[in-house]
């Protein structure tokens, strides 16, 4: 079973800088696409970048500029760099990876989500 784990976040002061990770754990796979969500108290889960097997990236306007979104694929982790961080980026993180194993498998797996507080 595939699973991918997050780490990075935090509480940051606005204009900072932060990384996320998220790596995914398993035998003899390979990550083809990541994408990274986030959902503050109240509101509706949001895409904030993903990143194609071919590399493209794709950003929401409110954080175009600022988020970068990249892959590593012999480590089978995603990115997302934070810059210049705004209270309003305060939510908790998700990514979502999907991919193969074994060959020929696929998987589709989420990240149990990290805090990224941004104080003002």
């Known amino acids: 079973q595939v699973q991918a784990v997050e780490t990075g976040g935090g509480s940051v002061q606005a204009g900072e800088s932060l990384t996320l990770s998220c790596v995914a754990s398993?035998?003899?796979?390979?990550?083809?696409?990541g994408t990274w969500y986030r959902q503050a108290p109240g509101k509706e889960r949001e895409l904030v970048a993903t990143?194609?097997?071919?590399?493209?990236?794709v950003y929401p306007d409110s954080v175009v500029g600022r988020f970068s979104v990249s892959r590593d694929r012999w480590q089978n982790t995603v990115y997302l760099r934070m810059n210049n961080l705004k209270p309003e980026d305060t939510a908790t993180y998700y990514c979502?990876?999907?991919?193969?194993?074994?060959?020929?498998?696929?998987?589709?797996?989420w990240g149990q989500g990290t805090q990224v507080t941004v104080s003002s």
């Open positions: 990143v194609s097997p071919t590399g493209s990236s």
């Open positions: 398993g035998a003899a796979l390979a990550v083809s696409s």
């Open positions: 979502n990876l999907k991919g193969f194993y074994n060959g020929h498998y696929s998987f589709d797996t």
